[in-house]
């Protein structure tokens, strides 16, 4: 079965642009998984949805970060008025159910804002 | 709070010698401890986890990893290197149970470099 797909895989974005980035998760997992890895980091949680209910949007830096899932599996980050410290690589991770500890991992989305 | 420390960035090691890479956690109650690898351009693979079973933990590719609670340590290792485990690799704490689900706490990652 195919794993967790994320697209585009790389996005270079002019400053103030708004982008759309897209993560398909494993079929039939609930959870999922936004993370941001900045150059030379590990990543770092951004927002968690159990199936189209956003649980918990905590790690998302400001108000111009924004995620959904409205049917329960594709989910999309937007990022609003891009600023050169958006630059990171987006990680989308799945899991089968809520309490499954075992996250499986998309290859991720290059953005880079110049 | 949870949190791990990765003590090395950069380890560097000779094709066919042994790797170890260093990790101390910090955690309020029993951990649940990961490595994940993360090859340029491929997503991060679990490589093994401790969940209070064995204190020794094997995982994928010879890699095994030991849970020492007296030291607070989850150190890395591999009897013999390869050159296809030249990577960054990650150490990987689950965060505390909250609404029902679990985060994963990164380290900041250390590069594994394998020279012939």
């Known amino acids: 079965g195919a794993g967790v797909s994320q697209s585009p895989r790389y996005k270079v974005a002019k400053r103030g642009q708004d982008v759309a980035l897209r993560c398909d998760p494993i079929?039939?997992?609930?959870?999922l998984f936004w993370y941001q890895q900045a150059l030379g980091q590990g990543p770092e949680f951004l927002t968690y949805?159990?199936?189209?209910?956003?649980?918990?949007k905590s790690g998302l830096p400001s108000d111009r970060f924004f995620a959904e899932r409205p049917e329960g599996s594709v989910s999309t980050l937007k990022i609003q008025r891009t600023q050169q410290e958006d630059s990171a690589v987006y990680l989308c991770?799945?899991?089968?159910?809520?309490?499954?500890?075992?996250?499986?991992f998309g290859p991720g989305t290059r953005l880079t804002v110049t | 709070a949870q949190s791990v420390t990765q003590l090395d960035s950069h380890v560097s090691v000779s094709e066919g010698t042994p790797v170890l890479l260093r990790c101390n956690y910090s955690?309020?109650?029993?951990?649940?401890l990961f490595w994940y690898v993360q090859h340029p351009n491929k997503g991060l693979q679990l490589l093994l986890k401790?969940?209070?079973?064995?204190?020794l933990v094997k995982g994928i590719n010879g890699f095994e990893a030991e849970f020492k609670k007296s030291e607070t340590s989850f150190h890395l290792t591999k009897p013999s290197a390869h050159m296809s485990d030249a990577a960054e690799y990650f150490c990987?704490?689950?965060?505390?149970?909250?609404?029902?689900?679990?985060?994963?706490?990164f380290g900041a990652g250390t590069r594994l470099a394998v020279h012939p």
């Open positions: 990987v704490v689950r965060g505390p149970y909250s609404g029902g689900y679990n985060k994963l706490i």
């Open positions: 079929s039939g997992h609930v959870s």
């Open positions: 401790y969940t209070s079973a064995a204190t």
């Open positions: 991770a799945s899991s089968f159910d809520r309490s499954s500890y075992e996250q499986y």
């Open positions: 955690s309020s109650y029993s951990p649940s």
């Open positions: 949805f159990q199936n189209e209910a956003q649980l918990d």
